[in-house]
């Protein structure tokens, strides 16, 4: 058995100590065997849940979880790295490159002296910038090709319907979502008396789809605003446990009716 080698030099620039820290858990002689049986594909969802953990410290105002969790998630960005790196790919400095460069071409406004006349007109340039990129790259024949297919279906949605939108494709009225919305919850209903679970599973997404459009018309990112009912759900919820529990009661032991008034309380009690 090889003898462990030392663990890189505290007095690195942080960045540079984790690279050589992640560097040396993938050694195959002396590394973590967990570490370094990784690949892109294994590694992804934990990319996903660590900015997802990203998102949770923010939506709690935790700064301190925060940082922890922001360390998590450049740690994803520099393992990635790394096997790019062993694959002769690519390293984690060509990837700060490569967005540094992003950067400052879709900024000519404050790195080139480009004047622009208003906030829409800055826009405008930042579309037509990605446009010519993806163009540059190749590929994306539609407007819509490059969205990418993980992410989360509700996001996809909205970022699926915003490119639309940019072409014109799009309800020109809130009101008109509002009034497509009903549509669609007419058809899931007549699905639901039907009993045709494809049709019906299809007409769910076409509900899901128009509330994702509903959300962008207002503005409105679904992920966070179903994270906040999330968590609403959850408090009110652990109100009814609590309630219960008080009365020598589990959930198991109470009924629809009493639970629901509980509900009614908790939600009282939050409006204070």
């Known amino acids: 058995m090889p003898a462990p080698a030392p663990a890189p030099p505290t007095d690195l620039r942080p960045i540079d100590r984790l690279t050589a820290i992640m560097a040396r858990l993938r050694d195959p002689a002396t590394g973590c065997p967990w570490d370094v049986q990784q690949t892109f594909a294994s590694i992804a969802p934990y990319t996903v849940e660590e900015a997802y953990e990203v998102a949770d410290a923010i939506e709690r105002g935790d700064l301190s979880d925060l940082k922890e969790e922001l360390g998590d998630l450049l740690l994803q ?14 390293d984690f400095d060509d990837v700060a490159t490569a967005i540094c460069d992003k950067l400052e071409r879709r900024h000519p406004h404050v790195f080139a002296g480009v004047a622009y006349g208003s906030i829409a007109e800055q826009g405008a340039a930042w579309e037509a910038g990605k446009a010519a ?40 009225t809130v009101g008109e979502v509002v009034a497509k919305l009903h549509e669609e919850v007419g058809e899931l ?33 679904p992920e966070d605003a179903l994270r906040s009912t ?33 509900w009614d309380r908790a939600k009282a009690a939050e409006k204070g």
Request: aromatic fraction near 6%.
């Open 77 to 90: 960005v520099v393992f990635h790295g790394r096997m790019a790196q062993e694959q002769g790919a690519f």
């Open 133 to 172: 990129e993806r163009a540059g790259k190749g590929r994306a024949a539609s407007l819509l090709d490059d969205v990418p297919v993980g992410l989360p279906a509700l996001t996809r949605a909205v970022k699926l319907s915003k490119r639309a939108a940019k072409v014109g494709f799009v309800w020109p």
């Open 189 to 221: 209903e007549a699905e639901i008396a039907a009993g045709d679970r494809e049709k019906l599973r299809q007409e769910l997404g076409d509900v899901l789809f128009v509330v994702a459009n509903l959300a962008r018309a207002l503005d409105i990112e």
């Open 230 to 262: 999330n968590a609403k759900f959850i408090r009110r919820f652990q109100f009814i446990e609590a309630a219960l529990a008080a009365r020598g009661l589990t959930p198991e032991q109470s009924d629809l009716v009493e639970m629901d008034a509980l």
